[in-house]
């Protein structure tokens, strides 16, 4: 059994700062209320963000954590649960929003022709209209079968795409590509953005001259 700690591309969890664990006491008045509280930092960020996303004060919050939790007697762990609480909710719609199911969504909603690429160019998903174009320009339509038969080339690597995608803000990234069956070939442009998936990393590529 191998002990030994991970490398730095092996970490399970993001590195911690140290500032972080720095102790800030505060005093939060609400309704009258004056409360001295002594948290973490990472604590008070977290308060302020999740005070700006409900556009209301922090002291807002601690208002209602202390009215939701009398009982507790320990009004700085009822915040610290608060606060992990609010972050796994958060963190789970926005698994369930980062999906498969979602990119399938935004290409069914598009009226024209695209698809969703892997970063080895396999197509994993298309939209009626990328299904049409093929059907109209190639002699074999993708089916769950026959879509594996389909042959894409890019004039920009997957690679050099998504690095463009980082350096200028995420803003969509033309390209022209070339798909093909059997022995036709089809020339086309396309608008290339980053989907809004964690894994695998995926690009939705929409056809604008289809």
Not at 135 to 142: D, E, F, N, Y
Not at 185 to 196: C, D, I, K, T
Request: charge should be positive; hydrophobic fraction near 45%; aromatic fraction near 6%.
């Amino acid at each position: 059994m191998n002990d030994s700690a991970p490398s730095s591309g092996d970490r399970l969890l993001l590195p911690l700062a140290t500032e972080d664990f720095g102790l800030e006491f505060r005093v939060v008045a609400r309704g009258g209320i004056r409360r001295g509280i002594r948290l973490e930092r990472a604590f008070w960020i977290s308060l302020r963000q999740m005070a700006e996303i409900r556009r209301c004060t922090i002291g807002m919050l601690i208002d209602e954590i202390a009215g939701s939790h009398p009982e507790t007697g320990n009004l700085t762990s009822a915040i610290r649960v608060a606060c992990i609480r609010a972050l796994a909710d958060e963190n789970l719609t926005l698994r369930k929003l980062a999906s498969i199911k979602t990119i399938n969504g935004i290409l069914v909603a598009c009226p024209s022709p695209a698809f969703a690429l892997a970063s080895s160019k396999k197509i994993l998903t298309f939209n009626a209209a990328f299904q049409q174009l093929v059907k109209r320009q190639l002699p074999v339509a993708p089916s769950d079968d026959a879509r594996q038969d389909l042959k894409l080339a890019l004039d920009l690597s997957v690679a050099d795409i998504f690095a463009r995608l980082d350096a200028n803000g995420e803003t969509p990234v033309a390209s022209g590509f070339v798909i093909g069956a059997g022995e036709r070939r089809y020339r086309g442009q396309l608008n290339a953005v980053r989907a809004p998936v964690q894994e695998p990393e995926l690009l939705m590529a929409f056809v604008f001259n289809g």
